[in-house]
């Protein structure tokens, strides 16, 4: 391999790269005339001090077809997930790896690059999209860098290799990446250089596919400075162009500091809907511009539907029915969506109290059914269902009785009614 600036890699950061199955994938990959490294998220992850991911990826001097035949030889399972573009993925246990052969850009059409098989590892970094994203892991625990990813790392800089609109129009998801990457892994200001890239071509957002979108904006959402990335995305007219609406920032920033006072796992839907969701209708919007699922969609319809009206000052009671009508999860995110557009404070005790209702309360089965209001003289039919609505919100707004006694009134109650209408 040609020599960029080199590091080691400290012994206690590279424990997860010595261990099976990727050394035994290593041992199969470099050898016998051929080179391999793992590159990208991982290596940069272990520099960070963090986990290397669910998948790590390779890069290789094997062409496609030898990759294969190595794998297949030592018992190992090639998947061609990517072979027009050199790429594998070797499942070793159940475990997947991303192999690559080293490539070099001939032609660049956005995502559909027309690339050249090479072992020129310079090359194969200078294609990649940002500097901390084409460090190679050698065997020996060398950390190589051919683009000065090494430095932005330590200074926490998202820098495009080369000149960042020629990467931009190589792909223009790059855009939004550039701002998830720097929400990620990024302290201060964006890049300068970067960001006026992006600014220049906020307009070819649009032609990107709608599911694309939404993976990365996802990611970002839940990324440890998504609120400062949103805010430059936000002064430069790139949410509006991503989300259709002004972002509502500061209640995506309340949403934040919510989930970590109660100690919540991130929710990148639910920070969807603080940042883009007031009234019902905006859930349709997003469905439509970030191709959402519906169980997605519906959560955030769920969160605009009269999210003002919840308060703890509306008492125990209030709350009980809401859940009772609406289901756990749509509570709680409804309760922290009302919480994070409140003027309370992020531990406030009441708040915390309301949003874990649904851990010290389980709403139980309404207890009657239609034989209680047939054996009361209510016909089959559309009286039948409304002697059921009438009693069950009796039910409810008297507090969810069990008691037989109390019940039996209910049913009364509900039964003459209908009889009356």
């Known amino acids: 391999m ?20 990727l050394s035994r994938l290593l041992d199969v990959l470099d050898s016998g005339g051929e080179e391999a490294c793992v590159v990208g998220g991982a290596v940069r992850n272990a ?8 998948i790590i990826d390779l890069a290789t001097t094997a062409v496609p077809d030898e990759v294969v035949r190595r794998a297949k030889s030592a ?18 246990g159940g475990k997947p790896f991303e192999v690559t052969t080293l490539r070099e850009d001939v032609e660049t059409f956005g995502r559909h690059a027309k690339v050249r098989f090479g072992r020129d590892w310079k090359k194969d970094a200078e294609r990649r999209d940002f500097t901390i994203n084409a460090l190679f892991l050698a065997r020996d625990g060398r950390v190589i860098d ?13 820098r495009f ?18 701002f998830r990457f720097h929400a990620a892994y990024g302290e201060g200001a964006p890049d300068a250089a970067g960001l006026l890239a992006c600014i220049r071509a906020r307009g070819e957002l649009a032609t990107l596919s709608r599911e694309r979108v939404r993976a990365e904006l996802l990611k970002l ?63 349709e919007r997003l469905r439509e511009r970030l191709r959402l699922a519906n169980a997605e969609s519906r959560r955030l319809e769920s969160m605009g539907d009269c999210w003002w009206q919840i308060s703890p000052d509306r008492g125990e009671q209030a709350a009980r029915a809401l859940l009772y009508k609406i289901g756990t999860e749509n509570f709680r995110d409804r309760a922290l969506l009302a919480f994070a557009r409140s003027p309370a404070k992020a531990n406030d005790k009441a708040w915390h109290e309301l949003i874990a209702l649904p ?17 009361r003289g209510v016909a089959k039919g559309p009286a039948l269902g409304k002697s059921l609505t009438r009693a069950e919100e009796a039910w409810i707004e008297a507090g969810f009785p069990a008691e037989r006694l109390k019940l039996d009134s209910i049913a009364d109650g509900a039964a003459k009614d209908v009889g009356k209408s």
């Open 359 to 375: 851990a010290r309360w389980t709403p139980p089965k309404f207890p009657l059914a239609a034989k209680d209001f047939l054996d």
């Open 2 to 21: 040609s020599e960029g600036e080199t590091r080691i890699l400290a012994a206690e950061k590279r424990r997860w790269f010595e261990q099976e199955p």
């Open 47 to 54: 520099l960070l001090g963090l986990a290397p991911g669910e």
């Open 146 to 158: 051919f683009v000065g990813g090494l430095k932005d790392i330590e200074a926490r800089r998202v």
């Open 75 to 92: 018992g190992f399972n090639p998947v061609p997930t990517g072979i027009e573009h050199g790429t594998i993925t070797v499942v070793i």
């Open 221 to 283: 959402f839940v990324a440890k400075h998504a609120v400062s990335a949103l805010a430059v995305m936000g002064e430069t007219g790139l949410s509006v162009s991503v989300l259709g609406g002004v972002p509502l920032l500061a209640s995506f920033a309340n949403m934040m500091k919510a989930e970590q006072a109660l100690g919540l796992a991130p929710d990148a839907i639910r920070r969807l809907g603080a940042l883009a969701v007031f009234v019902a209708d905006d859930a």
């Open 161 to 178: 290799i080369g000149d960042p609109g020629a990467r931009i129009r190589e792909d223009y998801l790059r855009i939004l990446r550039f």
